[in-house]
């Protein structure tokens, strides 16, 4: 029989429900994974007592015959999103200790649904990040090893860094993620798995340590195509909580999955080759080409000519975005604080004690290109530009069903490596951020492996709302693809 | 437009983070390289173009004005650094 921890949540579900295996069993083997695993630095918190319960619990319903969609299913929560009474900290000092007495959105969707939570899983400091090296709790390690320099560390991508890590290294069979300018999409192809960002206002993001409002959207990572329709249709939904997420139906989006993609129109923009794009992802793009080709759909090039311009837009917006979020972290209301004689004073000390390098960095810019005198200079005009980027994909979509990129311009790279500037450091995102920019599903699937054998990831973007569309391209191009490869001694 | 030093020294000021003296070339260099990068926008005609604030075609909602959760002061306190007799304690504010 295949190991527990290889299955995907798809044949786990068929599993529990025929009963060939029970919740706490399909528990208990990930929860030696993830003890087996600890080295990679996947979790800040791992809760195995309380999955046990959870597990536990779950077998009960089975037997009553109350299962939900995910029950019994092993996952790991994003340390991005508060759960109720369990430590939630952004990856930040700030955070340390914080308990929430309540419950994201999401996590509790997924709860309800009967998930089984293992812990809180790594990230970039309040998702700051494109290599989760900036986790107070020190950097995850990318399970996947080059086959040139099998002892080098890689970085897992970021900022769902720790998640893809976990899913990729069969700790836990998916993930919740967050991404904001690309944070579920590049760790997923830096990790060999699955991650879809849906459409801006599909999940709540109430309960979600805040980044950057306005782009900031939960979504799932996980090894399989099905498995993240799957886990999607869990997660989304209104929420009068969050007055941004979308008040329309949730479609059954395992059911969009027909391996018919015949007559599709695929835009392939020509904006998405830039200087410094890798051979091979330029390659692993046009099998990609061919895969959809031979399923009966049919490219189209097409032009999205502000692509150049998303990634500084982003890094006017999101900062700006931060710097507001983040002026909530006080030292009055919860987690660190650190003494000064003036209220002014405990303020500064604990800011400045509390937030890591990057984090200050898009505070301080956030803070001036809000600051009098620069804001139109700066934001009002990247909220004009962010139009323009927009407006590329609506027209595009005028005649084209789906758009198909790379997701990153190349595979993992090394810890440590890339750290000197935040610019190169950023344009990691290059590929990512303008889907979110518009406010589009993106997905990410693995579509080949590197000559040093790193698994390469494949973008698909749709319209707003049409992530059924999107799990259905990438289901016929999932089976293309055939990625059968793991990381080394998983 | 590159940032000097009183100009950090005083957005670090607004953003209420410490910033100590030897960091601020440092911190001057790197704001300076992002702005650099970020000024390319100029290049765009953004003539006529209205900014965008949301990117989710939706009016938001409206709720009746009325108190529909909280009266839990325990919960609400529990994660403070320090609290006493049910409040926030902060640093003496006035002499």
Known sequence: MTKLTDLTMAEARDGLAKGAFTAVELTSAHIKATEAQRHLNAFIVETPDLALDAAKASDARRQAGTAGSMDGLPIGIKDLFCTEGVQTTAASHILEGFKPPYESTVSGKLKAAGAVSLGKLNLDEFAMGSSNQTSYFGAVENPWKKTSAPKAKLVPGGSSGGSAAAVAARMVMAATGTDTGGSIRQPAAFCGITGIKPTYGRCSRFGIVAFASSLDQAGPMARTVRDCAIMLGAMAGHDP????????????????????????????????????????????????????????????????????????TYYIIAPA???????????????????????????????????????????????YVLSAGYYDAYYAKA???????????????????????PTAPSAAFGQGEGTDDPVTMWLNDVFTIPTSMAGLPGLSLPAGLSKDGLPLGLQLIGRPFDEETVFRVAGVMETAANFTAKPEGI | ??????????????????????????????????????????????????????????????????????????????NAPEAAEGFFTVPKVVE
């Open chain 1, 321 to 367: 975005e931060c710097s507001s979020n983040l002026a909530r972290y006080d030292g009055l209301r919860f987690g660190l604080r650190v003494p000064g004689k003036t209220l002014d004073e405990m303020y500064k000390n604990t800011r400045a004690a509390g937030f890591g390098a990057e984090v200050r960095r898009r505070i301080l810019i956030g803070t």
């Open chain 1, 241 to 312: 909580k969050d007055s941004t997420s979308v008040n329309m139906a949730v479609p059954d989006f395992e059911k969009a999955l027909t391996g018919d993609i015949r007559g599709l129109k695929v835009g392939i923009p020509k904006e998405y080759r830039p200087d410094g794009l890798s051979d091979e992802v330029a390659k692993v793009w046009e099998l990609g080409i061919e895969w959809i080709k031979a399923a009966g759909a049919t490219p189209v090039e097409i032009s999205l000519p502000h692509t150049k311009y998303a990634l500084p």
């Open chain 1, 383 to 405: 909220q004009k530009v962010r139009r323009l980027i927009a407006e590329d994909f609506r027209k595009a979509f005028e005649s084209v069903d789906i758009i198909l990129t």
């Open chain 2, 1 to 78: 437009m590159s940032l000097d030093k009183a100009t950090v020294r005083a957005i670090a000021e607004l953003a209420r983070i410490e910033v100590k003296d030897e960091e601020l070339d440092h911190l001057a260099g790197e704001l300076s390289n992002i702005l650099h990068f970020v000024e390319q926008l100029s290049e765009v005609n953004t003539d006529g173009v209205a900014p965008m604030t949301s990117v989710a075609d939706i009016t938001a909602p409206m709720r009746a004005d009325v108190i529909n959760d909280g009266g839990y002061p325990d919960l609400v306190l529990a």
